[in-house]
Structure formats: C-alpha cells, structure tokens
Nanobody, 126 residues
Framework: QVLVVESGGRLVQAGGSLRLTCEVS????????MGWFRQAPGKIRETVAA????????YYGGSVKGRFTISRDNAKNTVYLQMNSLNPEDTGVYYC???????????????????WGQGTQVTVSS
C-alpha cells in the first residue's frame, strides 16, 4: 500500500516563501512520477508542478512558473515544493500525488495519478 503524506502548509504573508514536503511510503518511490496540485475554495483542483521519476524533467502550471520549484530526493522518498513570492491567489489545499511511470516525461494530468495525500493548507495573507 502506497501512503502519501504532505506537510509544511501554514499561514504566510504575501511575498513570503514556503516549502512543502511530501513523503511516500510503500511501493518503489524511484519509479514514481510525482505531482503537486492545489484546490482553492470554490475552484477545481489544478496542477501546480510535476516531476519525472528521475527528477530530470519538470512541469509547472502557468501561474506558478518562475516562482515555484519542484524537486525530489529518491534516497529519502520525498518530493518538495519550494514556493517563493507567494500571493493570496496561491491560497488553497495543496495535494501531493504519485503514480508509477516508465517515461522521462513529467505527468501534469491530474487524472493520471493513483495515489494521493490528504493535503496541506496554505494560506497567503495580503
């Protein structure tokens, strides 16, 4: 059984930074493509960032490109989301997800992911 657990969400002021952490247990982490997603109140869940199983390829949603960085440490079964220059529009529940992958392509499609965490709340105050 694959377990995905996010942490690091909190209240932060606009312009600040935050790093989210996602730990995965069960399965073979180094074979998982990983993604970060978020859902704001009243909105659909959207893709924030994704990373290939080896970490060499990444994808970013348009609204976070240049501000957020996704990375992974396969030795620690962990993926990170470094978020800089935060603004109130970044507020939401951030989810981490995993799926097995045999390609070098990061997977941006939410529906492709099999294993999801419970989410961590990020609130950016103006």
């Amino acid at each position: 059984q694959v377990l995905v657990v996010e942490s690091g969400g909190r209240l932060v002021q606009a312009g600040g930074s935050l790093r989210l952490t996602c730990e995965v247990s069960g399965g073979t982490f180094s074979s998982f493509a990983m993604g970060w997603f978020r859902q704001a109140p009243g909105k659909i869940r959207e893709t924030v960032a994704a990373i290939s199983w080896g970490g060499g390829n990444t994808y970013y949603g348009g609204s976070v490109k240049g501000r957020f960085t996704i990375s992974r440490d396969n030795a620690k079964n962990t993926v990170y989301l470094q978020m800089n220059s935060l603004n109130p529009e970044d507020t939401g529940v951030y989810y981490c997800a995993a799926r097995t992958s045999e390609t070098y392509t990061p997977i941006a499609d939410i529906d492709e992911y099999a294993y999801w965490g419970q989410g961590t709340q990020v609130t950016v105050s103006s």
